[in-house]
């Protein structure tokens, strides 16, 4: 009996299928097109809203060979124990590689002395009330990660801006939201 019902089933699924095949074509479709529309909006939101503001990169290894001409970027707030996160030894009582990995972790931006680029106060978990923030997340023991590490150059200039990383001369100019969230506009050699 449990066959005649599957058959059943199948039947009358295709059946169903067949009728709105050109409804369903197109529901799907729509689907796939608003979910690649929504990935890429939401990461240009930051571009659009976001205040731009200048931080400095420092030296990391750019080295991959199956990604083409881009760098690896660095910056002063992109690595951290868990004593250096403002409320990270609240959340855990002892700091290990595996629950470092995914924790919301907000490092708070303020003016260097230089009046052009911006520095990390601090690190925390809570997020700031005000002022500018990048909101991150912890990604392996010591390493924090806000979207801006990754970006992708002309063929043909890497060697460039890996000088210019290696020579501490690389600015990265930086748009963050009023919620933290950040997209990586441009570099600059200064």
């Known amino acids: 009996m449990p066959e005649a019902v599957a058959r059943w089933v199948d039947l009358n699924l295709l059946t169903w299928l067949k009728t709105r095949e050109r409804k369903v074509l197109l529901i799907t479709a729509a689907a796939q097109l608003v979910i690649l529309v929504g990935t890429i909006a939401l990461r240009t939101i930051p571009l659009i809203t976001g205040r731009t503001v200048l931080v400095r990169v420092v030296p990391v290894d750019p080295r991959d060979l199956f990604r083409g001409d881009y760098v690896r970027l660095s910056y002063n707030f992109s690595r951290a124990s868990g004593q250096e996160i403002e409320g990270f030894q609240s959340l855990n009582t002892r700091v ?52 801006i590490e990754d970006y992708y150059l002309q063929q043909g200039t890497g060697r460039e801006y890996e000088e210019a990383i290696r020579d501490r001369k690389l600015t990265a100019e930086v748009a963050v939201t009023s919620g933290g969230h950040a997209a990586l506009r441009a570099l600059r050699i200064e």
């Open 96 to 147: 290990a590689s595996s629950n470092w990995s995914g924790r919301t972790v907000y490092a708070s931006l303020v003016p260097d002395s230089d009046g052009v680029h911006w520095r990390m106060e601090k690190l925390t978990v809570v997020k700031p009330a005000t002022g500018l923030f990048l909101k991150g997340q912890t990604s392996g023991y010591g390493s924090l990660e806000f979207g």
